[in-house]
């Protein structure tokens, strides 16, 4: 696991909106498993990681992003 | 009062082109604002990989529509799409927060500048 940053990652970026289409940066904020992050590892402030976890939820939906990763049906 | 939405589709992979265009105007004709010719704009991302199965398909053609509209329309507007078999999946959310930034704050600025 990355050690996380003094800096929220995403502030870093300086994003005015978190896009849930945007899966690249958002598997970032994922475990190995799929799971989200929590804010002691993501870094994440409160608002970012609020932002980024709705958009995570919204990329499930769309099965951009898997719910568990590694899953067999 | 009309506001922006973005509506993702996924529509399953085995329709035609010619199938998924049809349906789309369908769709957009009952967003469609009276006296407004204005077309929603869209984004066909194309076929891609599901990242886990939804109704047993595992690809889907993925199109990305924005419009504005009025929010009573929107009852109408995702039942149509619900009852419809060739969309896997969708999800309506308000676009408003995309936006760009106004200007108007530098504007404001500037014109400080010329009184002074």
């Given at each position: 696991m990355k050690r996380m940053s003094?800096?929220?990652?995403?502030?870093?970026?300086?994003?005015?909106v978190i896009d849930y289409k945007d899966e690249r940066l958002l598997t970032r904020f994922l475990t190995e498993r799929g799971k989200i992050l929590p804010r002691r590892l993501s870094g994440c402030c409160a608002r970012h990681q609020r932002q980024m976890s709705t958009a995570i939820k919204r990329?499930?939906?769309?099965?951009?992003?898997?719910y568990i990763k590694g899953h067999v049906g | 009062m009309t506001r922006q939405y973005e509506?993702?589709?996924?529509?399953?992979?085995?329709?035609e082109e010619a199938a998924i265009t049809e349906k789309l105007s369908r769709f957009h004709a009952l967003i469609q604002q009276p006296g407004d010719a204005a077309q929603p704009e869209l984004n066909h991302w194309g076929k891609r990989s599901l990242a886990y199965p939804i109704k047993k398909h595992e690809t889907g053609y993925y199109v990305i529509a924005k419009f504005d509209a009025a929010g009573e329309q929107l009852p109408e507007f995702e039942r149509a799409i619900k009852l419809d078999d060739g969309v896997l999946r969708f999800l309506v959310v308000l676009a408003e927060n995309a936006q760009p930034a106004p200007v108007a704050v530098a504007k404001a600025d500037s014109d400080e500048e010329d009184d002074e």
């Open positions: 003094k800096v929220c990652p995403i502030c870093e970026l300086s994003l005015r990329a499930r939906e769309l099965a951009l992003l898997p | 509506v993702v589709y996924i529509f399953d992979s085995a329709l």
